[in-house]
Each structure stands twice: as structure tokens, then as C-alpha cells.
């Protein structure tokens, strides 16, 4: 099969939440030089977003949704192996997690394979984490960025708890906190004072470099 061709097929196969088939494609697709990376941003990412919006627009059901969530989170697990294989020398590290109260993880799941195959060490600390957790594991582990998801309204407020944890334990000179989710936005990073905010995993590799490039200059 053609590059594009696999890609779509992978795409179409998420959405339609054929587990079996997808996983074949994502297999087929490393083992025939398309990259991890490629695989996650061209065919994973823009499928992932169609499922939302079916279920925004009620054109889908929480069984099908499942199914989609299911068949992303082994795509990654199937795909993290070539995705650090792929990525160059380490430059940072990060923890990262899902708020206390939200058990959403695909975002999140794809923010960490992003940052994997930008060179960071990802500490995936999963969901429902309380910001003595995120805390306590970047102090310990040496970790230089916290980063936060939320898909909650409802939980979004833990995000701020996480900034003021890290202030009040006197790190923030070397560890900055960094937030995204769907109902996460710039004017919500601002307003609780977290360090960084992207809209999207591929953006977050990004604000993550830039975070990191403030630490090692000391502002
Ligand atoms: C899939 C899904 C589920 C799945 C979750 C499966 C899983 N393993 O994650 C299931 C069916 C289990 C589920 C459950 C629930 N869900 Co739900 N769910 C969704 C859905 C359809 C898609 C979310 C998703 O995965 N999107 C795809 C990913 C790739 O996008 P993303 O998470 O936004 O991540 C991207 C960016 O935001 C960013 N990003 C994400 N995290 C981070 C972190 C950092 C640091 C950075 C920089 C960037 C970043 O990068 C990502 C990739 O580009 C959304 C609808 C929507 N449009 O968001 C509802 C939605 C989030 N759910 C909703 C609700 C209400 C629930 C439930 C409470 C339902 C219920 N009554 O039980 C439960 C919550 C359980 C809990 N305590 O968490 C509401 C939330 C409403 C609100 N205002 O808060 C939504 C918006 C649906 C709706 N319109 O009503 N859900």
C-alpha cells in the first residue's frame, strides 16, 4: 500500500474504531519507513479530532467512542518503541499527567509520545494525579517540567493547585508547570499563572523546548 493510502487507511480505521485493522496499518506502516511521528501526526492526531467532533455533534455513541479510545491508546503503546528509537539525545525531562478527578488520557497519552520523540524523558504518572503527586515526583526524579491535562471543566481548577504547590515549595526557578486539554486555553494559563499552555500535542513540543531554554538561562 501507498504512503498516503496507509495513512488514510489508519485514519479511517480509528474512527470507525477497527482495533484489529489499525493496529495491522500502524505495524505496517513502521516496518515499511513511514516514521512513528508520521504515523501519529497525519493519521492518529486527525483521526482522534474526527472522533470528537462526532460525538460533539451527537453523530456519535459513548460504546463507539470507547471503541476509538480503546484501539488509540494501543496505537501508542504499539508505536512508543519506535518513537524513542527514533528520537535524538535527551534534552530534558518531564513529568506529565491527568488532573485529580479526570480520567481522560488520550491527549495526554499523545502529548507524552510527542515529547518522547522530541528528546524528553517522560515520566507518564496516568490519571486522577493530585498536585502533592506531580510534586513530589519532580522533585524526586529531577524533572523540569510538571505538564497538566484536563478534559473537565471541573477539574481544570487542579491545575491551579499545581502552580501554587510548585511556588510554595520554593522550585520554580527550576520547574515550570505547563497545561493543555480541550477546555484548557492561553487566557486560562495566564489567569492562574502556569508557565506554558498548547493547544496541541505537536505545539507542545515546542512550548516544552522553550520552558526548558528559560530554566538553563535562569529567568
Ligand atoms: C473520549 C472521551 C471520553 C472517554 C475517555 C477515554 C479515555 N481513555 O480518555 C470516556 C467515554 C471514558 C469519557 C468519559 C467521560 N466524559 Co468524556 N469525552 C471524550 C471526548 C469525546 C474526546 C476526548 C478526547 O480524547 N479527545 C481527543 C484528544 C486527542 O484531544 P484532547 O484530549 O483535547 O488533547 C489534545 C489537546 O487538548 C492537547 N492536550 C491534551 N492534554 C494536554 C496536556 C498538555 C500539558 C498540553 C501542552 C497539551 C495537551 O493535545 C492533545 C492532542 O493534540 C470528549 C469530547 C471532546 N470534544 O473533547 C468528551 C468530554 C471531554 N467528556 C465529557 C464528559 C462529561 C465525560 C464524563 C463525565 C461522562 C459521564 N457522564 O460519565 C466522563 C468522565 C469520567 C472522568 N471522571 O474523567 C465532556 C466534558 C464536559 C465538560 N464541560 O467538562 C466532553 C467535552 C463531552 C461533551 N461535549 O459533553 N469521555
Known amino acids: 500500500m501507498k504512503y498516503k493510502e496507509i495513512l488514510q487507511q489508519i485514519e479511517e480505521e480509528l474512527v470507525q474504531g477497527d482495533r484489529k485493522a489499525m493496529l495491522a496499518h500502524c505495524t505496517e506502516a513502521v516496518e515499511n519507513e513511514i516514521t512513528a511521528r508520521t504515523v501519529l501526526e497525519n493519521a492518529l492526531i486527525p483521526g482522534m479530532r474526527r472522533v470528537s467532533e462526532k460525538f460533539h455533534s451527537a453523530a456519535g455513541s459513548v460504546p463507539e467512542i470507547m471503541l476509538?479510545?480503546?484501539?488509540?491508546?494501543?496505537?501508542?503503546?504499539?508505536?512508543?518503541?519506535?518513537?524513542?528509537?527514533?528520537?535524538?539525545?535527551?534534552?530534558?525531562?518531564?513529568?506529565?499527567?491527568?488532573?485529580?478527578?479526570?480520567?481522560?488520557?488520550?491527549?495526554?497519552?499523545?502529548?507524552?509520545?510527542?515529547?518522547?520523540?522530541?528528546?524528553?524523558?517522560?515520566?507518564?504518572?496516568?490519571?486522577?494525579?493530585?498536585?502533592?503527586?506531580?510534586?513530589?515526583?519532580?522533585?524526586?526524579?529531577?524533572?523540569?517540567?510538571?505538564?497538566?491535562?484536563a478534559l473537565l471543566t471541573t477539574t481544570m481548577p487542579v491545575m491551579a493547585e499545581v502552580v501554587r504547590a510548585v511556588r510554595e515549595a520554593g522550585v520554580h526557578d527550576h520547574i515550570k508547570v505547563m497545561i493543555g486539554g480541550a477546555p484548557v486555553s492561553d487566557a486560562f494559563a495566564h489567569a492562574i499563572d502556569a508557565d506554558g499552555y498548547s493547544v496541541d500535542a505537536v505545539s507542545a513540543g515546542e512550548t516544552a523546548r522553550r520552558l526548558l531554554a528559560e530554566i538553563r538561562s535562569g529567568e
Open 68 to 149: 476509538s479510545s480503546r484501539a488509540m491508546n494501543e496505537a501508542v503503546e504499539l508505536l512508543r518503541p519506535y518513537i524513542l528509537q527514533e528520537r535524538g539525545n535527551v534534552q530534558g525531562r518531564v513529568c506529565i499527567g491527568t488532573v485529580a478527578g479526570d480520567l481522560h488520557d488520550i491527549g495526554k497519552n499523545l502529548v507524552a509520545m510527542i515529547l518522547e520523540s522530541e528528546g524528553f524523558e517522560v515520566i507518564d504518572l496516568g490519571v486522577d494525579v493530585t498536585p502533592a503527586q506531580y510534586l513530589k515526583t519532580a522533585i524526586e526524579e529531577k524533572c523540569d517540567i510538571i505538564c497538566c491535562s
